[in-house]
């Protein structure tokens, strides 16, 4: 199995920033994609930023410019560098990461717990 642990979340001021770390384990050949995604009650999914292997990234419009995405293939680890945080960017954000788990083997789709994000006055 492949487990996915969020850290960083809490809440801050507008203005203020917060780093997300993400680090996935377990039985993993390689990782192709890994990314944030973020959903409010009663909403959809929404992708906030992704990073390929090969260290494409891909930001969605509401964040571009305040958000950061990076990561290190090593320690199967992606990062969020929130900067500029706004009232609108709270939310519960889930890192997710496509993985292959053996050589030859399918690619699966796995998902953190989430963790809250909060931005207010």
């Known amino acids: 199995q492949v487990q996915l642990v969020e850290s960083g979340g809490g809440s801050v001021q507008p203005g203020g920033s917060l780093r997300l770390s993400c680090a996935a384990s377990g039985i993993i050949f390689r990782i192709h994609n890994m990314g944030w995604y973020r959903q409010a009650p009663g909403k959809q999914r929404e992708s906030v930023a992704t990073?390929?292997?090969?260290?494409?990234?891909n930001y969605a419009d509401f964040v571009k410019g305040r958000f950061t995405i990076s990561g290190d293939n090593a320690k199967n680890t992606v990062y969020l560098q929130m900067d500029s945080l706004k009232p609108e960017d709270t939310d519960v954000y889930y890192c997710?990461?496509?993985?292959?788990?053996?050589?030859?083997?399918?690619?699966?789709?796995?998902w953190g717990q989430g963790t809250q994000v909060t931005v207010s006055s």
């Open positions: 997710y990461a496509n993985v292959q788990k053996l050589s030859g083997g399918g690619r699966y789709d796995y």
């Open positions: 990073l390929t292997r090969g260290g494409n990234t």
